[in-house]
């Protein structure tokens, strides 16, 4: 079992940053990538960004550039620094972890809480 529990949300406004955090504790696979996901009313839930062990990343388009996903090396704790915040950027963000599932595939089946942020104009 993995738990994860996401902090630093909050609301600023436009131009403006956020780091949140994700403090994961329990069986972490090294296999699977850690990620950030975020989801907005009425819009589908969004993959933000990836990190694996080897601290490869990657970002949806929308983010990149501005946002930048981190880990520490143990990977209890997972970051999402968040800069030139935009209106719609407002959504609940999630972490994620994953578990090695059939055909040695990651399913990602632990979830935070998520935590809000809000972005005025």
């Known amino acids: 079992q993995v738990q994860l529990l996401e902090s630093g949300g909050g609301s600023v406004q436009a131009g403006g940053s956020l780091k949140l955090s994700c403090a994961a504790s329990?069986?972490?696979?090294?296999?699977?990538?850690m990620r950030w996901y975020r989801q907005a009313p009425s819009k589908e839930r969004e993959l933000v960004s990836t990190i694996n062990r080897a601290h490869t990343t990657s970002y949806a388009d929308s983010v990149k550039g501005w946002f930048t996903i981190s880990q520490d090396n143990a990977r209890h704790t997972l970051y999402l620094e968040m800069n030139s915040l935009k209106t719609e950027d407002t959504a609940v963000y999630y972490c994620?972890?994953?578990?090695?599932?059939?055909?040695?595939?990651?399913?990602?089946?632990?979830w935070g809480q998520g935590t809000q942020v809000t972005i005025s104009s």
């Open positions: 994620a972890s994953g578990r090695l599932g059939k055909g040695w595939r990651c399913e990602y089946v632990y």
């Open positions: 329990g069986d972490i696979s090294s296999n699977c990538e």
